[in-house]
C-alpha cells in the first residue's frame, strides 16, 4: 500500500501521534551517517600508516591505483551489472536513472559557475577545472546512500516495505551513474590534464608534457569507450540485457568460472580504493588553498542538495516523472552525499597529482556529516 503512495499522501494519512517517528528517523540518520564515515575514515587511516611506515612506497601506492583502476574496479562494474539488471528493473526505476543526469548537470553547472566565481582567488579552481566539474557532479552513489536509506526506512516502521524497493532504485542508480562517470568523468579529467603539466615536471619537460596532453575529440571520444570500466560495464549489458541462451551461458554453463572470477575480485575493489587514497595522503599534504575546499565543499553539499530538493518538491519532477516514495528519497539521498572517493584515483590514473583532490574529498566527508543531517531533515518534511 505504501509503495503506491507519495510522500505526501503518507505524512496526511498518518495520525498526529506518529510525528515523533521524523525525529527517530533524524537521529537515525546521524548515527548511519557517523558509523558510514568511521569504517571509511578508519580504512583510510589503514593506508596512511602502511604508507608512513614503509610498507607501501610511493611507486607501490601508485601501482596499487593502476590495479584498482584497471582491474578491480572493472570486475566490480561489471558483476553488479551482470548480477542486478534486467529491464524490467530499468523500466521500473527509469525516473530515478532519468535524475542521474539531471544531478549530474545539475553538478556540472554549479563546477562551472564556482570556477568562474572563485577560480582568480584558488590556484586549484583555476588550473583544474576538470577535477573541480567532476568532483561537484559525481557523488558516492550507491554505499554510503544505502546505509542512509536503510537507517531513515528503519527508523519508521510504516516505511519498512520501501526498503527492498529503496535497494533496486540505488541499485540502478549506481549502475548508470558508473557508466557515466567512466566516460562523461574520465575525459573531463583528462582534457583537465592538457591545461597543466604532469606532477614534477616543470620548465621545458613541463610544456613537452601538456603538449602530449593536447587531444582531438576524437582522441578523447576513444579515452571514455576503451578504457577498461567502460568496456566492463558494456559486456555487463550486454550478458544482463542479451539473449537468454548468452545470460545462461554466465550462470550455470561453461563461462560461469568468468563471472564467479569477477565477483570474487570485485570483493576488494572499495578496500583497495580506500587504503590507495590514504596512501596518498602521507606524507599529509599541506592545504593551503582553502578556497578550493570551501568552494567545492559548498558546491557539493549545499548548492547540490538544494537544487534537487527544490525540482523534487516545488519544480514536481517526482510527481513529473513517476518516482515513487522510495525513488523520491533515493534521489534526495543521492543529492547530498559527498563526492565519490575513487575521483582521486581516476586522477592519478590520467598522470596528475591527485593529492588535493584527496584533500577536497577528505574535508567534504568531515563537512558532510551535518550537512546531510539537514538536507535529509528538510527531505523529511517535505513529506508532511
Given at each position: 500500500?505504501?509503495?503506491?503512495?507519495?510522500?505526501?499522501?503518507?505524512?496526511?494519512?498518518?495520525?498526529?501521534?506518529?510525528?515523533?517517528?521524523?525525529?527517530?528517523?533524524?537521529?537515525?540518520?546521524?548515527?548511519?551517517?557517523?558509523?558510514?564515515?568511521?569504517?571509511?575514515?578508519?580504512?583510510?587511516?589503514?593506508?596512511?600508516?602502511?604508507?608512513?611506515?614503509?610498507?607501501?612506497?610511493?611507486?607501490?601506492?601508485?601501482?596499487?591505483?593502476?590495479?584498482?583502476?584497471?582491474?578491480?574496479?572493472?570486475?566490480?562494474?561489471?558483476?553488479?551489472?551482470?548480477?542486478?539488471?534486467?529491464?524490467?528493473?530499468?523500466?521500473?526505476?527509469?525516473?530515478?536513472?532519468?535524475?542521474?543526469?539531471?544531478?549530474?548537470?545539475?553538478?556540472?553547472?554549479?563546477?562551472?559557475?564556482?570556477?568562474?566565481?572563485?577560480?582568480?582567488?584558488?590556484?586549484?579552481?583555476?588550473?583544474?577545472?576538470?577535477?573541480?566539474?567532476?568532483?561537484?557532479?559525481?557523488?558516492?552513489?550507491?554505499?554510503?546512500?544505502?546505509?542512509?536509506?536503510?537507517?531513515?526506512?528503519?527508523?519508521?516502521?510504516?516505511?519498512?516495505?520501501?526498503?527492498?524497493?529503496?535497494?533496486l532504485d540505488i541499485t540502478i542508480y549506481g549502475t548508470v551513474w558508473r557508466l557515466l562517470l567512466w566516460t562523461v568523468g574520465i575525459v573531463l579529467l583528462e582534457m583537465d590534464g592538457q591545461d597543466a603539466p604532469?606532477?614534477?615536471?616543470?620548465?621545458?619537460?613541463?610544456?613537452?608534457?601538456?603538449?602530449?596532453?593536447?587531444?582531438?575529440?576524437?582522441?578523447?571520444?576513444?579515452?571514455?569507450?576503451?578504457?577498461?570500466?567502460?568496456?566492463?560495464?558494456?559486456?555487463?549489458?550486454?550478458?544482463?540485457?542479451?539473449?537468454?541462451?548468452?545470460?545462461?551461458?554466465?550462470?550455470?554453463?561453461?563461462?560461469?568460472?568468468?563471472?564467479?572470477?569477477a565477483a570474487n575480485i570485485a570483493r576488494a575493489a572499495h578496500a583497495m580504493l580506500l587504503i590507495t587514497l590514504g596512501a596518498a595522503l602521507w606524507p599529509v599534504p599541506s592545504t593551503s588553498d582553502w578556497t578550493?575546499?570551501?568552494?567545492?565543499?559548498?558546491?557539493?553539499?549545499?548548492?547540490?542538495?538544494?537544487?534537487?530538493?527544490?525540482?523534487?518538491?516545488?519544480?514536481?519532477?517526482?510527481?513529473?516523472?513517476?518516482?515513487?516514495?522510495?525513488?523520491?528519497?533515493?534521489?534526495?539521498?543521492?543529492?547530498?552525499?559527498?563526492?565519490?572517493?575513487?575521483?582521486?584515483?581516476?586522477?592519478?590514473?590520467?598522470?596528475?597529482?591527485?593529492?588535493?583532490?584527496?584533500?577536497?574529498?577528505?574535508?567534504?566527508?568531515?563537512?558532510?556529516?551535518?550537512?546531510?543531517?539537514?538536507?535529509?531533515?528538510?527531505?523529511?518534511?517535505?513529506?508532511?
Open positions: 500500500y505504501l509503495n503506491g503512495l507519495s510522500y505526501k499522501a503518507v505524512a496526511t494519512a498518518a495520525p498526529p501521534r506518529h510525528r515523533p517517528a521524523r525525529a527517530m528517523a533524524e537521529t537515525s540518520v546521524v548515527a548511519g551517517a557517523a558509523h558510514a564515515m568511521a569504517v571509511t575514515f578508519a580504512v583510510i587511516a589503514m593506508g596512511t600508516v602502511l604508507r608512513a611506515s614503509g610498507v607501501v612506497s610511493q611507486a607501490g601506492q601508485k601501482d596499487m591505483s593502476q590495479v584498482a583502476v584497471k582491474l578491480l574496479m572493472p570486475c566490480f562494474n561489471f558483476s553488479r551489472l551482470v548480477q542486478d539488471v534486467s529491464w524490467e528493473r530499468l523500466e521500473a526505476c527509469r525516473g530515478v536513472i532519468i535524475f542521474v543526469f539531471i544531478q549530474m548537470g545539475l553538478g556540472l553547472a554549479l563546477g562551472v559557475a564556482l570556477c568562474r566565481c572563485l577560480g582568480a582567488a584558488s590556484p586549484f579552481l583555476r588550473q583544474h577545472r576538470g577535477q573541480v566539474l567532476v568532483l561537484c557532479a559525481f557523488c558516492n552513489a550507491t554505499a554510503m546512500p544505502l546505509t542512509l536509506f536503510r537507517a531513515l526506512v528503519s527508523s519508521q516502521p510504516g516505511l519498512k516495505d520501501l526498503e527492498a524497493e529503496g535497494a604532469a606532477a614534477g615536471a616543470t620548465g621545458a619537460a613541463g610544456a613537452a608534457s601538456k603538449e602530449r596532453r593536447r587531444a582531438s575529440p576524437g582522441a578523447m571520444l576513444r579515452v571514455a569507450l576503451l578504457n577498461s570500466n567502460t568496456i566492463a560495464a558494456v559486456a555487463g549489458f550486454i550478458v544482463a540485457l542479451g539473449p537468454p541462451p548468452l545470460r545462461a551461458l554466465f550462470f550455470g554453463g561453461p563461462l560461469s568460472c568468468l563471472r564467479e572470477a578550493a575546499v570551501g568552494g567545492v565543499c559548498t558546491a557539493k553539499l549545499v548548492g547540490l542538495p538544494l537544487a534537487t530538493l527544490g525540482l523534487l518538491h516545488f519544480g514536481g519532477l517526482a510527481s513529473k516523472l513517476g518516482l515513487s516514495a522510495a525513488g523520491t528519497l533515493v534521489v534526495a539521498i543521492e543529492g547530498c552525499v559527498p563526492s565519490a572517493l575513487q575521483i582521486s584515483m581516476m586522477v592519478q590514473s590520467t598522470g596528475r597529482d591527485a593529492r588535493s583532490c584527496t584533500v577536497i574529498c577528505f574535508w567534504q566527508h568531515v563537512f558532510g556529516l551535518p550537512t546531510m543531517t539537514a538536507f535529509l531533515a528538510l527531505a523529511l518534511s517535505g513529506m508532511s
